[in-house]
């Protein structure tokens, strides 16, 4: 159990650039029926906390304005306390145990930049030995792409389009959809080729081609069954994708028309203890920039915000 009643938490104090992240002294949180408290090791920067700090969200009507926000998605720790909350008093954790977990409600006064952290126990999965920083990497976008495969919905041997495949999202995509037995083209610059041919890609469209489509459907004629968006390119991607396919976005916005019979979806993420557990004993593959400490998180955002990086900041508590 924590030995004092307080910890250190970022949070956005208003909306604006990375000078409204402030470092905070607050009370640790109290874990409710069915919830965990973790200690935190370690937490991703994604670029959801940067939009979530800047007001865009807000601005959107996908969160509540708030004077003070918590940030911050990913958690990789150890349980410090349990509220079962149930008939028979049970949890499939225990205190002491190497956990990672997310946190997908937005408007909350606190997010994983913290010390602690109160999780519902079904967004929390058990670490099998994985480093916690590599750990910290997995939830957000290891269940981001898998939840839009799912979407996608293809069979073996069908030839699915991954954009921004470089990036976190797309990097698990490729390595999880050529698992499932899908070829995979990876529109990526020549920089990434070596990494994206490794976990798997058939085929590398340049990401500064300038039709999208025609490059794609030279590799593969009538275009592939389906397209993975990490870049939000909207309708170049649904291009690329043959009649009757299927097309998903992981942005925010209008979803593209839902043209030649395409199935259109924007996938919303959802915290899943199970499928977390899985994704946590795949043996993906995670890249890592650099970890800063919990002070440091404005300096993260800036360097996010700059663009350029290969791999996530991690920033550990």
Do not use: K
């Not at 409600?105 to 952290?117: C, K, N, P, S």
């Not at 529109?187 to 085929?203: K, P, T, Y």
């Not at 996938?267 to 970890?291: K, Y």
Request: net charge neutral.
């Amino acid at each position: 159990m924590p030995t004092t009643d307080t910890m250190r938490a970022v949070i956005a104090r208003g909306y604006g650039g990375p000078e409204v992240l402030e470092l905070v002294r607050v009370p640790i949180p109290v874990p409710g029926p069915g919830q965990l408290l973790i200690r935190v090791h370690a937490t991703t920067v994604n670029p959801v906390d940067l939009v979530t700090r800047s007001g865009a969200l807000a601005d959107a009507g996908l969160m509540t304005p708030r004077a003070s926000t918590g940030i911050g998605w990913d958690v990789a720790g150890v349980v410090e306390a349990v509220n079962p909350g149930s008939i028979d008093g049970a949890l499939p954790f225990a205190l002491g145990q190497n956990v990672i977990g997310l946190r997908d409600l937005l408007d909350r006064a606190l997010g994983t930049y913290a010390e602690y952290v109160v999780l519902d126990a079904c967004a929390v999965a058990l670490n099998p030995g994985l480093d916690p920083i590599a750990a910290a990497t997995l939830p957000l976008n290891g269940l981001t792409a898998l939840q839009s495969l799912d979407l996608l919905a293809l069979a073996p041997g069908d030839t699915l389009l991954i954009t921004g495949a470089a990036g976190a999202v797309g990097g698990f995509a490729v390595e999880l959809a050529t698992r499932r037995g899908l070829r995979v083209a990876a529109q990526a610059s020549a920089a990434d080729e070596a990494f994206l041919r490794a976990a798997g890609a058939e085929w590398i469209v340049p990401r500064d081609t300038p039709d999208l489509a025609a490059a794609l459907r030279t590799l593969i004629p009538g275009g592939a069954h389906g397209a993975l968006d990490t870049a939000g390119l909207g309708m170049q991607a649904v291009a690329a994708v043959r009649t009757r396919g299927a097309y998903v976005t992981v942005t925010g916005g209008p979803a593209p028309i839902p043209l030649r019979g395409i199935r259109i979806h924007q996938q919303w993420i959802s915290a899943d203890g199970p499928a977390l557990a899985g994704l946590a004993t795949a043996g993906l593959t995670p890249r890592i920039t650099a970890t800063l400490p919990l002070d440091r998180a404005a300096e993260a955002h800036r360097r996010v915000e700059h663009g350029g990086l290969r791999g996530r900041l991690v920033l550990i508590p």
